[in-house]
């Protein structure tokens, strides 16, 4: 074993969005033997720099749902599969007109409408402790277009499930797009192609690491295409039944020592 993807909220994150300390030794001692733990995340590349700030995960993080992979120390990135910014914007006004919250991710910021942020998201504690990243505006689709930006890539947020279906069906008749979710409340958008999976491979070949010879662990749907990618998968306790059934292995939770148990788990393929 050479390579090991960790997703990180319900995964290396447990509900507190702490790492526990049983997961900060067993990615010690799996870097001490050699083995990268890379962070596969659907976060931007600040947000999950913060989160594993102080462990022995890997230089390079996956980040914004598969669509970067940065280098934690100079914070540049090696490689991007984004959408374009004319693309982006077309998906935020498709998504708007169909009533649905929306979000626009770049490397290192989320871009999100002000009105939004004040009306639903301003009391939730996970963004105000992003609030550093944050970048609002008013009219997120003409700011997109203005600035010219890529886009890696933009989570289209209901409470709603009609509506995300409804929305995600309608945003579909959009060439070069792709899509997965992180959680009921949500589906993410990206350039088609994209993905955890694909950075996993990517990254992989880089480095001149076998697939037979790399790992991922994860919970949710946006997981699933990097378990399919990787030698070996590894579901969570608390994962969705779809990522159960794609794993190798089912290890704890979150709350308990899932991490370390897995990368045991992992470990020992080696022998």
């Known amino acids: 074993m050479k390579l090991i993807a960790v997703d990180l909220d319900g995964t290396l994150l447990n509900h507190s969005k702490e790492v526990l300390e049983s997961s900060r030794q067993a990615i010690a001692a799996a870097a001490a033997a050699g083995v990268q733990v890379v962070v596969a995340s659907g976060r931007s590349f600040p947000e999950a720099q913060r989160f594993v700030a102080g462990t022995a995960c890997s230089e390079h993080v996956i980040c914004a749902g598969g669509a970067a992979?940065?280098?934690?120390?100079?914070?540049?990135?090696?490689?991007?599969?984004?959408?374009?910014?004319?693309?982006?914007?077309?998906?935020?006004?498709?998504?708007?007109?169909?009533?649905?919250?929306?979000?626009?991710?770049?490397?290192?910021?989320?871009?999100?409408?002000?009105?939004?942020?004040?009306?639903?998201?301003?009391?939730?504690?996970?963004?105000?402790?992003?609030?550093?990243?944050?970048?609002?505006?008013?009219?997120?689709?003409e700011a997109i277009a203005a600035h010219g930006m890529d886009v890696a890539k933009i989570m289209c947020w209901s409470l709603d499930q009609d509506r995300q279906r409804q929305t995600r069906a309608r945003l579909s008749a959009i060439p070069g797009l792709s899509f997965t979710s992180s959680g009921p409340d949500n589906f993410e958008v990206l350039a088609a192609g994209a993905g955890k999976g694909?950075?996993?491979?990517?990254?992989?070949?880089?480095?001149?690491?076998?697939?037979?010879?790399?790992?991922?662990?994860?919970?949710?749907?946006?997981?699933?295409?990097?378990?399919?990618?990787?030698?070996?998968?590894?579901?969570?306790?608390?994962?969705?039944?779809?990522?159960?059934?794609?794993?190798?292995?089912v290890t704890g939770d979150c709350e308990s020592d899932g991490i370390a148990r897995a990368l045991t788990w992992l470990m020992e393929r080696n022998m």
């Open 69 to 141: 992979i940065v280098n934690r120390t100079s914070g540049v990135s090696r490689h991007t599969w984004y959408l374009d910014c004319q693309t982006a914007a077309r998906v935020l006004r498709q998504g708007a007109a169909c009533g649905m919250a929306a979000f626009a991710y770049t490397a290192n910021q989320i871009w999100m409408e002000e009105a939004d942020y004040n009306a639903i998201f301003s009391n939730m504690p996970g963004f105000r402790a992003q609030r550093d990243i944050l970048h609002l505006c008013d009219g997120l689709p």
């Open 198 to 249: 694909m950075a996993l491979r990517w990254l992989a070949q880089a480095l001149g690491i076998p697939r037979e010879e790399t790992a991922a662990i994860g919970d949710a749907e946006n997981d699933l295409d990097m378990l399919a990618e990787a030698g070996y998968a590894v579901a969570m306790g608390n994962a969705a039944a779809c990522v159960k059934a794609q794993a190798d292995f």
